[in-house]
């Protein structure tokens, strides 16, 4: 981990004074990164033993006015930061957003509406999970302007989905997906695998069931035992690595057989249906970020800085009313943008563009060319002169090839 120095809350203008940031080591981005905002909802109505999200089960309901309240004045207040920039994606993650009523969402995407100019082709998207499910809701969330829906379905097996704590079963899920497919022409579907006792047959059913719904995209991701979650502490039996990556393996066949790309480290999509928001991070541009715990990398002409929002629900309300919300802010150190830039790009199968580093850097692109090139020699990247991608290699051994540029 990349020690980090916090400093006070900035003053600054999107404009950043030359007086203040011309000096020797600054940056110089020649234009701004495209820019799109994450809305948290931090509530859900039980907390998975394998989440290591910022969640907080509801036990006795949640504050929803005084909630989108604090959303609303958080938004204001970050106005200065962005002024004159387009939001291109809308992303309402969790938690559980969709525990959310109808009028309560319709009010926050009005607020956003009435604060923010957005792209005429704005993706926004809503993450939910099949428990929360009822058609008049999600016919009023599409009327209220969502167009993208993320479910969290993790599995079609319900003695594998009561393994990992979710509220639903395998026939819930199917129901869910059939609510939004009503409703919504682009779906999102997660899945994991290498799940407790997980057989690769089950997960070949699982991975058959979700691409027979035709979803324009696909997430599936393996299970990990993060720290700070019940599973960290009380371990349960999971496939070993060669069953894992059996399971990995059938994956890539499955999709690609069944006409989906796979873009990203977890990410496959029908052709033209990535998620544009998570590409946007991918790519290293900026993202604003409002409510409990939620995350901001905003760029400005010299310099790149990084806020985190108090993650607790009722302290970010109540710092909200104080006028102080971020609970800390620091500045990208020129030293470590390098390894930003790659940790998120080098995730991309198709790699990135080599103009993409300075422009989302400002910074020469031989501040890498060392480290590029030994990735190179040891045959985990390829690159020519348009293309920087991982090799198969460094596709499998991803987070070797990413610590190679970092800097001490």
């Known amino acids: 981990m990349i020690p980090i120095k916090v400093i006070g809350q900035s003053a600054a203008t999107p404009l950043d004074t030359a007086a203040a940031f011309l000096k020797p080591g600054t940056l110089n981005l020649g234009a701004l990164p495209p820019l799109a905002l994450y809305v948290h909802f931090p509530w859900c109505v039980k907390k998975c033993p394998y989440c290591d999200f910022n969640s907080h089960e509801a036990t006795s309901g949640f504050p929803e006015q005084d909630y989108l309240d ?4 958080d938004l204001e207040r970050s106005l200065p930061l962005i002024w004159g920039r387009k939001i291109y994606t809308i992303f309402i993650g969790g938690g559980t957003p969709s525990l959310m009523s109808a009028a ?3 009010r926050l995407l009005s607020d956003i509406r009435t604060l923010l100019p957005l792209d005429g082709a704005v993706e926004i998207t809503m993450e ?14 599409r009327a209220s302007g969502i167009n993208r829906l993320s479910i969290g379905i993790q599995s079609f097996n319900s003695a594998h989905l009561k393994a990992l704590g979710r509220i639903h079963d395998g026939d819930e899920a199917r129901r869910a997906i059939e609510i939004a497919q009503a409703n919504f022409d682009n779906v999102n579907l997660d899945l994991m695998y290498a799940l407790p006792q997980q057989t ?3 997960a070949r059913q699982d991975v058959a069931t979700a691409i027979a719904c035709a979803p324009p995209h696909l997430s599936l991701y393996h299970l990990t035992l993060e720290a700070n979650t019940y599973f960290a502490k009380h371990p349960p039996t999971l496939p070993d690595d060669d069953a894992s990556a059996d399971m990995q393996d059938m994956i890539q066949q499955e999709t690609s057989a069944a006409g989906y790309q796979h873009y990203e480290v977890s990410a496959y999509a029908q052709p033209k249906r990535q998620a544009r928001h ?10 604003l970020g409002i ?4 995350h901001s990398k905003l760029s400005f002409p010299h310099r790149i800085i990084r806020q985190a929002r108090y993650k607790q629900p009722r302290a970010y309300m109540t710092q909200m009313q104080a006028g102080n919300p971020i609970q800390e802010e620091k500045e990208i150190a020129r030293g470590e943008l390098g390894f930003e830039f790659m940790l998120n790009a080098l995730r991309l199968t198709d790699g990135f563009e080599v103009n993409l580093f300075a422009e989302r850097t400002g910074l020469p ?17 390829l690159r020519d002169h348009k293309i920087i991608k991982p090799s198969e290699l460094g596709s499998r051994f991803l987070n070797d090839l990413q ?3 970092l800097t001490d």
């Open 403 to 405: 610590q190679m540029f």
């Open 291 to 294: 409510g409990a715990g939620a």
């Open 104 to 106: 309560g969402l319709d």
């Open 200 to 202: 690769l047959a089950e």
């Open 70 to 73: 604090a959303l609303r004045a």
């Open 128 to 141: 939910a999970n099949p428990g929360t499910f009822e058609a008049e809701k999600f016919r009023a969330y």
């Open 278 to 287: 998570n590409l946007n991070y991918w790519q290293f541009g900026d993202y």
């Open 365 to 381: 692109f031989n501040a890498i060319s060392q480290a590029l090139d030994a990735a190179e020699q040891k045959g985990l990247l």
